[in-house]
């Protein structure tokens, strides 16, 4: 950066050709807007493509306005499919139209068969640049035409040959004979989670994408799925932290865009947290009688969403590891249960100990008795908590829906209401009012 300001241009430009292309990209957050175009100039022809790839959206679509038809045709010619097709769907209409125009016919033809796949499908993300050979083949005509897998003339995949393969058998030996026929394919409208997955579970880098009559399409890279995985992560996070997910970064996302993507869930977990005081309300009568009771209502409502919370993550984190099934319900419940059942115990014989230490000075038979009652409504908060927070993740999954909407700040509403309802229940049964 400080070379560029400097403008020392020719020591830059010698910098640049030695870095990789992610690197450079970091470069590229640092400058001014205005020096964006001056910097993608410099870089080598071979780094040029590869290191637009990795821009972000904002500096792309720069550079694109900025350039002239002769350079964003160059930029075209060296760019993945699947980067192009990428480009193409974040940049306004004015900048696309700019795009194709400086993209030969058969590459067009090519962007506009991948756009047609819905967003959430294997198709969207896999690349059509590939060579193919054939299993009669030898590996010696294979290291000239070298891909990952086989097909035969009507483009049926029929198996899949690493490099390692090639390299460790003779010339003369044919593909047929050292392919792998024991295929791991997706299909073009699998959903891209599921192809993340098989990547993860096979250590794949790259697989093939077939269409409904096993024919070959494309293939899908591990750097795709990377940005997949990475995507999804972040949606997730969002969903947890009640957010609207949004794919812009945080600096790049208005203060506006942010509140519209918070507010919604706020709004719905701020009204039905209103069922709470209505409880609360409903039994004020308990609390003018013993006026103690309301001290503990904050311990046990965060106690009861904070174990809600803790069960919730392990089982959304189970099911998408696929470690945990809807089948499994009953199982994961007995399991939470038997947990609840130790922390509570744990956690009502230590409320106990405060609550005497607290009041040892007046430590009577109520204070026992409430003692006791404390303990109890611990047990049972913890307990319906736990059950809560690792039900609803599997029931959503089951209605379609993503396991991560049952998070902390819903579970921790419902479990508030709950808590809340216990408690008094519990302390009209145990204590005289």
């Not at 045709?73 to 193409?88: G, P, Q, S, T, Y």
């Not at 719905?268 to 006026?291: C, D, R, V, W």
């Amino acid at each position: 950066v400080q070379l560029l300001n400097d403008r020392n241009l020719k020591e830059l430009k010698e910098l640049l050709a030695e870095q990789n292309p992610a690197d450079i990209s970091n470069i590229f957050e640092e400058v001014p807007r205005t020096d964006v175009i001056l910097l993608f100039r410099l870089l080598p022809k071979e780094l040029a493509a590869d290191t637009f790839a990795h821009l972000d959206s904002d500096e792309q679509e720069l550079i694109i306005k900025g350039f002239s038809d002769k350079e964003i045709e160059a930029i075209m010619e060296d760019l993945f499919i699947d980067d192009a097709v990428d480009l193409i769907e974040e940049m306004p209409a004015s900048v696309v139209k700019k795009i194709l125009k400086n993209t030969d016919r058969e590459t067009r033809n090519t962007i506009n068969d991948i756009l047609k796949y819905p967003k959430d499908c294997a198709g969207s993300i896999m690349t059509t640049e590939y060579v193919n050979f054939r299993p009669q083949q030898t590996v010696e005509e294979a290291f000239s035409i070298i891909r990952k897998t086989g097909v035969d003339k009507d483009r049926k995949l029929l198996g899949t040959v690493s490099v390692k393969d090639l390299l460790l058998n003779d010339y003369s030996c044919k593909i047929s004979d050292i392919m792998d026929s024991n295929i791991i394919a997706v299909n073009t409208l699998d959903d891209k989670e599921d192809v993340v997955k098989k990547f993860s579970k096979y250590d794949l880098l790259a697989i093939p994408v077939v269409d409904n009559e096993d024919r070959l399409i494309g293939i899908i890279t591990v750097d795709d799925a990377m940005d997949v995985m990475e995507d999804e992560t972040e949606e997730d996070f969002a969903i947890m932290a009640a957010m609207t997910p949004t794919e812009d970064s945080y600096f790049k996302t208005s203060v506006f865009s942010h509140a519209k993507h918070r507010i919604l869930w706020l709004l719905f977990l701020m009204l039905s947290a209103t069922l709470t005081g209505t409880i609360i309300t409903k039994y004020e009568n308990a609390f003018t009688a013993i006026p103690i009771l309301v001290s503990f209502i904050p311990m046990l409502m965060d106690t009861g969403g904070n174990c809600g919370s803790q069960s919730s993550t392990l089982v959304i984190r189970g099911l998408a590891l696929e470690e945990i099934k809807f089948k499994d319900i009953f199982k994961v419940m007995f399991k939470e249960f038997r947990i609840a059942l130790v922390v509570g115990v744990a956690l009502a014989i230590v409320n106990g100990i405060r609550i005497y230490i607290m009041y040892r000075n007046q430590f009577t038979f109520s204070t026992v008795l409430l003692s006791f009652t404390i303990g109890v409504t611990l047990m049972l908060i913890v307990i319906l908590s736990e059950l809560i927070g690792c039900i609803l993740p599997m029931v959503a999954q089951k209605l379609k829906l993503d396991p991560a909407i049952m998070a902390s700040p819903l579970i921790t509403t419902i479990v508030d209401t709950f808590s809340v309802f216990v408690f008094f229940k519990v302390a009209m049964l145990l204590l005289p009012m």
